[in-house]
């Protein structure tokens, strides 16, 4: 027991550092496609782009963008093309009457993404959440609001640290938590994303080398 013991303490400095460096370097990629900008503008100025942040191309006709209008709980669906978005890659679907720079960067258009800021909106593969903005069921007036943010005439875009959708659609929403707001019609950010996402680190990062050496 005391040479076990002994060697726990030894490790305690290296723990601490690799936490450390877990923090900034290490963690995982995306769990599944993002909402990575949400674009609620002026007339129909309305986006979504969607983003693959995972290690593999993505079968995107398997996925639907569902539109819950008003507090409703039956959604209006829009289906995905069958194509595959690559890893890094983003998907834009404009309504087909946005202002032309915004249906410049559409890869598809759609007259019924017609949402304003009391729709909810869901990503889904197969009919399972795996991202949301807003909260299905719940009409909120115009908008659900935070301290410096809207869901109505705004863009919100993903901060780059959510490595993981919002896959409860139906929980209270609050769009201050992972979203940081743009001025109405801000159209500038619309099919690139980033996120600190990172790969797993392996043997050739710092915490790599600190783990191979206690394995
Ligand atoms: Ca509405
Ligand atoms: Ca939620």
Same mark, same amino acid.
């Given at each position: 027991?005391k040479?076990?013991?002994t060697?726990r303490?030894s490790l305690?400095?290296?723990l601490a550092? +690799?936490?450390?460096?877990g923090? &900034?370097?290490? !963690?995982a990629?995306t769990?599944?496609?993002? /909402?990575?900008e949400?674009?609620e %503008?002026?007339a129909?100025n309305?986006?979504?782009?969607?983003?693959?942040g995972?290690a593999?191309?993505?079968?995107l006709g398997t996925?639907?963008?569902?539109?819950?209008?008003?507090?409703?709980?039956v959604?209006y669906?829009?289906a995905l093309?069958a194509i595959?978005?690559?890893?890094?890659?983003?998907?834009?679907i404009?309504?087909?009457?946005?202002d032309?720079?915004?249906?410049?960067r559409?890869?598809?258009v759609? +007259?019924?993404?017609?949402f304003n &800021?009391?729709? !909810?909106?869901?990503?889904a593969?197969?009919? /399972?959440a795996?991202?949301s903005? %807003?909260r299905?069921g719940?009409?909120?007036?115009?908008?659900?609001?935070?301290?410096?943010g809207?869901?109505l005439n705004h863009t919100?875009r993903r901060?780059s640290?959510?490595?993981g959708g919002?896959?409860?659609p139906?929980?209270?929403y609050d769009p201050?938590?992972?979203w940081?707001?743009?001025?109405?019609d801000t159209?500038?950010g619309?099919g690139s994303?980033?996120t600190?996402?990172?790969?797993?680190?392996?043997? +050739?990062?710092s915490?790599?080398?600190i783990?191979?050496?206690?394995r």
């Amino acid at each position: 027991m005391k040479s076990l013991f002994t060697k726990r303490l030894s490790l305690l400095p290296l723990l601490a550092l +690799a936490g450390m460096l877990g923090a &900034g370097a290490a !963690a995982a990629q995306t769990a599944d496609l993002l /909402i990575s900008e949400y674009v609620e %503008g002026s007339a129909n100025n309305k986006a979504v782009e969607i983003y693959n942040g995972t290690a593999d191309a993505v079968a995107l006709g398997t996925y639907t963008l569902d539109r819950y209008a008003n507090g409703a709980t039956v959604p209006y669906s829009i289906a995905l093309p069958a194509i595959n978005l690559a890893p890094g890659a983003t998907h834009v679907i404009t309504h087909n009457q946005a202002d032309a720079v915004l249906l410049s960067r559409a890869d598809q258009v759609n +007259a019924n993404l017609n949402f304003n &800021g009391n729709d !909810a909106l869901v990503l889904a593969r197969a009919g /399972i959440a795996v991202d949301s903005v %807003g909260r299905v069921g719940e009409d909120p007036g115009t908008a659900w609001t935070c301290a410096g943010g809207s869901t109505l005439n705004h863009t919100m875009r993903r901060v780059s640290s959510v490595c993981g959708g919002d896959t409860d659609p139906s929980n209270a929403y609050d769009p201050c938590l992972g979203w940081v707001f743009f001025a109405v019609d801000t159209f500038s950010g619309v099919g690139s994303h980033v996120t600190d996402c990172g790969a797993v680190a392996d043997e +050739a990062t710092s915490w790599g080398a600190i783990k191979a050496t206690y394995r």
